[in-house]
């Protein structure tokens, strides 16, 4: 029976969890992942962890952030004047915003923090930090 190694193209269903259980990513509701290893197209710790597999195998993935989306950077975290937002703009802790630069690429901020005339944005991945846990099953290995 074909194992998974590396370059390998393959298919796979997972749900993805934090420490605590809380599922923050599946594809059983939608396509299966399709990647190829070795072309750095997802974290290191879930092409490591598909290695090896059988067809049709289920295993579960533990993750240590280090693997994952590494340490939160604190260089990362960044106050913006208020006035530098829409007038409009209802602030909420948490909430996600869009900065653009002038290039035209844009970056995924959370707001972490609200001040008297100014916010603390964090550009960090959400999932920095954290240790991740995804139950894997390879449906085809081409």
Known sequence: MS???E???VRVHYTGKLENGQI???SLQREP???TLGQGQLIPGFEQGVINMKLNEKKTINIPHTEAYGEVREELFHEVEKDKL???MQLEVGMGLV???PDGSERQLTLKEIKDDSIVVDA???LAGKDLTFEVELLEIK
Do not use: Y
């Open 3 to 5: 194992q998974v190694k």
């Open 7 to 9: 370059n390998d193209t």
């Open 24 to 26: 923050f990513d599946s």
């Open 33 to 35: 992942l399709e990647f």
């Open 86 to 88: 829409p007038e409009e």
């Open 99 to 101: 900065s653009k630069a």
């Open 124 to 126: 960090n991945h959400p």
